[in-house]
């Protein structure tokens, strides 16, 4: 909460420069002002107020309450983080209902738990409108969640005791959370400095290409914390350039990649590594085929009839003439071979990465070309990265083990161990990534059966749990490139919330706290 108090500051900087000409004293009435200035002081002086209450008790923590600390921090930094975002809806209401009061809270809940958990999933309808400060403030939160909020304050304010390292393992994605450093602090800022010499290095990329500095900051956060929140409606296809395209291909590729993997080759120049890292060749064989394979379909099979796409369920669906000139403007963006694997590279690699970044609308694309990307969705970058989904390593051992178990069956003799590269694993730790694949799908049916019930259309409920689950933002049919999450009732919502959670921290930091036996002596 403190490391939250200070970081407020910056959006709140931007909100009073941005309202510079109405004076010193009125720019404090100013909506977004007084929200983040509010939401700072409290946050700071609370956090304050319980760490001299509960200075005695911080050694004496463990396990049990490492995750909690990760769960519930999540769910209180979220409920600091939509404050302003609440306050600036309430201001545009011309009278107060509880309704709309719960509507603006629910709304303003799922947008920065969208932002922290790097969804990119969004309520707003026109995002050009909203106040600088709250745009950024937007952006900012994919950047803090994408390493994580709790390992900032790990670098921060190392001496968190023994439940430390869980807080750790509970937030950094992926099966395992490895240490460069013995000391934690040491391995948190490390990471956090490879993560913030990526984001100045695209920073500075998109400013050469022409995009001014607030923008370049946004979109390097949505970037490089795998999240899509744009400052643009159209998203990075708001810009038509071909140049930030592959600039942000670029970057997202490297931040679905593992962090350990940038401090090893970018600080050590270990370039060794590269060669050895299975998991980032099976992610780059990944990406290179699904691209190929998708260009050469757009390519040479084009979009298909106008008619097909506007079967697609939309809650606001468009005029014939409408889909006709959206249907010709999207197959003009592939009608070119390079065309083609632009286009596909950038959503391919922005699906792969769970980023969600847009600059065509794949919904109007060939269905086995939409399929291949909600396929995509539940695979993930690597562990390690900011990716989120299941991460490219548990896809890995999955396979691995089944083709074991094939190899079994005819050779019940044999005794065949789940390798990743030359390391052998453990075979609790392929237990362990086989109990999180069944969980991941239980709770991605589960879900889907409960949204079913609320949204109109299946391919609609299907998209909205995969693309929350996998902390991915757009999918397809209602929720697709050019839609949004306004429309869904306030009860799918936080369904949807809950999904954006379990896929950030990985369903068993969660799901740990609401064992009653996790909490017996």
């Given at each position: 909460m403190q490391v939250m108090g200070g970081v407020l500051l910056i959006p709140l900087c931007i909100s009073v420069y941005?309202?510079?000409?109405?004076?010193?004293?009125?720019?404090?009435?100013?909506?977004?002002?007084?929200?983040?200035?509010?939401?700072?002081?409290?946050?700071?002086?609370?956090?304050?107020f319980l760490s001299w209450i509960f200075k005695s008790g911080r050694h004496k923590g463990g396990v049990r309450e490492g995750y909690a600390i990760v769960t519930i921090g999540w769910f209180f930094l979220v409920l600091l983080g939509s404050i302003p975002f609440f306050l600036y809806f309430i201001s545009l209401e011309q009278s107060f209902s509880i309704n709309r009061a719960f509507l603006h809270f629910t709304n303003s809940y799922f947008e920065i738990m969208s932002g922290f958990t790097t969804t990119g999933a969004t309520i707003l309808t026109d995002v050009q409108i909203l106040p600088k400060g709250l745009l950024f403030w937007r952006s900012l939160t994919h950047w803090l969640g994408g390493m994580g909020i709790v390992t900032l304050s790990l670098a921060v304010f190392p001496a968190m005791g023994v439940a430390a390292y869980q807080m750790f393992r509970g937030e950094v994605p992926g099966p395992s959370a490895d240490k460069i450093?013995?000391?934690?602090?040491?391995?948190?800022?490390?990471?956090?400095?490879?993560?913030?010499?990526?984001t100045l290095a695209e920073t500075l990329l998109l400013m050469a290409g022409g995009m001014p500095l607030f923008d370049s900051l946004c979109h390097t956060f949505g970037t490089m914390a795998t999240g899509g929140f744009s400052t643009k409606n159209a998203s990075i296809g708001y810009y038509k350039s071909a140049y930030f395209d592959w600039i942000i291909i670029l970057f997202m590729f490297l931040a679905g990649t593992n962090f350990l993997l940038h401090y090893r080759v970018l600080i050590q120049g270990r370039f060794k590594s590269l060669k050895e890292d299975k998991e980032f060749h099976f992610y780059l064989g990944t990406i290179i085929l699904c691209v190929l394979f998708i260009g050469f379909f757009l390519y040479f099979n084009g979009l298909p009839p106008e008619k097909q796409s506007a079967s697609h369920y939309r809650h606001n669906p468009m005029s014939t003439s409408e889909m006709t000139h959206h249907v010709d403007e999207e197959m003009g963006k592939v009608s070119t071979l390079q065309g083609a694997f632009r286009y596909a590279s950038f959503q391919v690699v922005s699906i792969t990465t769970t980023t969600g970044f847009c600059t065509a609308d794949f919904d109007v694309w060939p269905n086995i070309c939409r399929l291949l990307l909600l396929v995509l969705m539940f695979w993930g970058g690597c562990a390690g990265s900011t990716g989120g989904g299941m991460k490219m390593v548990r896809i890995m051992v999955v396979l691995k083990a089944a083709y074991n178990q094939l190899r079994k069956i005819g050779r019940p003799r044999l005794i065949s161990l789940v390798k990743v590269g030359k390391n052998a694993l453990q075979e609790s730790l392929v237990a362990n990534i086989l109990a999180f694949f069944v969980l991941y799908l239980f709770l991605f049916i589960f879900s889907t059966i409960l949204m079913s019930m609320i949204v109109p259309d299946l391919v609609t409920a299907i998209s909205t749990v995969s693309a929350t689950l996998g902390n991915i933002g757009p999918g397809l049919s209602g929720i697709?490139?050019?839609?949004?999450?306004?429309w869904i009732p306030v009860t799918g919502k936080w369904i949807l919330i809950l999904c954006m959670l379990l896929g950030r921290l990985e369903i068993f930091t969660v799901l740990l706290i609401f064992r009653p036996s996790v909490w017996k002596k």
């Open positions: 941005e309202n510079r000409g109405v004076g010193l004293i009125s720019v404090w009435h100013e909506t977004e002002v007084f929200a983040f200035a509010l939401t700072a002081i409290f946050s700071f002086f609370f956090g304050l450093q013995p000391r934690l602090a040491e391995t948190a800022k490390i990471l956090w400095g490879v993560y913030a010499l990526l697709g490139a050019t839609e949004n999450y306004a």
